[in-house]
């Protein structure tokens, strides 16, 4: 039985001068002391360059319309569309900072459905 692969939602956010604060601050403390980002938070550096920040599911809430996130803030959504299947598993969020501004995007994988004994 083969199963889903993760998969990648982008999903858009109204970026609030708290959070390129906190996002900009996060990037400093980074690239000063690696070992001074909190736990669960992962940062690196894409091939072009650019600031990565993922989250680990065990850091950020999801709330409706808003991701809180431990360590950075509340990271509001645009839409009221769900951000992962129910019962998905190994939620990650990523932030991006691109030429276009920050993209926001959730990785997961979706739950197994077994289809024997259905009956």
Known sequence: MSHQKSREV????????ELQAALDGMCETWRRDPAAVPRGLNCSQSKEGAFVL?????V???????CVVKGLGAIELVGTE???????GSKTLVLRDTEEGWRFSVKFVPPIVRERNTK
């Open 60 to 66: 950020f809430v999801t709330l409706p319309g808003a």
């Open 10 to 17: 982008v999903l858009p956010i109204r970026m609030t001068p």
């Open 54 to 58: 993922t989250a680990a599911e065990s």
């Open 82 to 88: 769900p951000l992962f299947e129910p019962g998905a």
